[in-house]
């Protein structure tokens, strides 16, 4: 059984980055599609980013592009999002997600069947 788990977060201030890492325990991510999520408390969990495994293609919240970045390391059956320029609507728990989505689905919580524990980001004024 694969597990997720994520490593990363912490207090910053706006402004500030930080790099989120998510690595696979118990198996292989061959094959599968990953993606980060977030949620802030008394809101619903949405989707931040997500690579594809064949090709690379990245997609991106709107509120996030230009400053995230997630990447992928297949070697090593990791995951990352990087985070620059941090504001304070960025406060969240981020979940790492691991999934095989189609395309319609690969903004939705549904389109992934693995998670982790998630990881707190809190951007501070």
């Known amino acids: 059984q694969v597990q997720l788990v994520e490593s990363g977060g912490g207090l910053v201030q706006a402004g500030d980055s930080l790099r989120l890492s998510c690595v696979a325990s118990?198996?292989?991510?061959?094959?599968?599609?990953m993606g980060w999520f977030r949620q802030a408390p008394g809101e619903d969990r949405e989707f931040v980013a997500a690579?594809?495994?064949?090709?690379?293609?990245?997609y991106y919240t709107d509120s996030v592009k230009g400053r995230f970045t997630i990447s992928r390391d297949n070697a090593n059956n990791a995951v990352y999002l990087q985070m620059n320029s941090l504001k304070l609507e960025d406060t969240a728990v981020y979940y790492c997600?691991?999934?095989?989505?189609?395309?319609?689905?690969?903004?939705?919580?549904?389109?992934?069947?693995?998670w982790g524990q998630g990881t707190q980001v809190t951007v501070s004024s």
């Open positions: 690579v594809r495994w064949s090709m690379g293609h990245t």
């Open positions: 118990g198996g292989s991510l061959s094959g599968y599609s």
């Open positions: 997600a691991a999934g095989r989505p189609i395309l319609s689905t690969i903004r939705t919580s549904r389109g992934y069947s693995l």
